[in-house]
Nanobody, 121 residues
Framework: QVQLVESGGGLVQAGGSLRLSCAAS????????MGWFRQAPGKEREFVAA????????KYADSVKGRFTISRDNAKNTVYLQMNSLKFEDTAVYYC??????????????WGQGTQVTVSS
């Protein structure tokens, strides 16, 4: 089992940037796939991005391609989500998760507590 703690959320104006971090512990970080998901009020949790163990394979949801960048630092047991050109519709609670690197929620077995991102229009 892996423990995950997100940080870096906050309030930002549309067009601004934020970088989320997710610190992992409890398992060899370099052996696990990582993903970011988000959940807006009244909506289902949705896939944002995923990254393979080495960082060589990355996936993005179409809604964030070209604006968000997922990366990882295995030496620091941390995965990041750089979010640029933020839009009002990016407002959500963002979760990191460990799993199999797909876009399917059911493929992820450990979740962080989430961090709120609010984009003002």
């Amino acid at each position: 089992q892996v423990q995950l703690v997100e940080s870096g959320g906050g309030l930002v104006q549309a067009g601004g940037s934020l970088r989320l971090s997710c610190a992992a512990s409890g398992r060899t970080f370099s052996s696990i796939f990582m993903g970011w998901f988000r959940q807006a009020p009244g909506k289902e949790r949705e896939f944002v991005a995923a990254i393979s163990r080495s960082g060589g394979t990355i996936k993005y949801a179409d809604s964030v391609k070209g604006r968000f960048t997922i990366s990882r630092d295995n030496a620091k047991n941390t995965v990041y989500l750089q979010m640029n050109s933020l839009k009002f519709e990016d407002t959500a609670v963002y979760y990191c998760a460990s799993g199999f690197g797909s876009s399917v929620i059911g493929d992820y077995h450990s979740w962080g507590q989430g961090t709120q991102v609010t984009v003002s229009s």
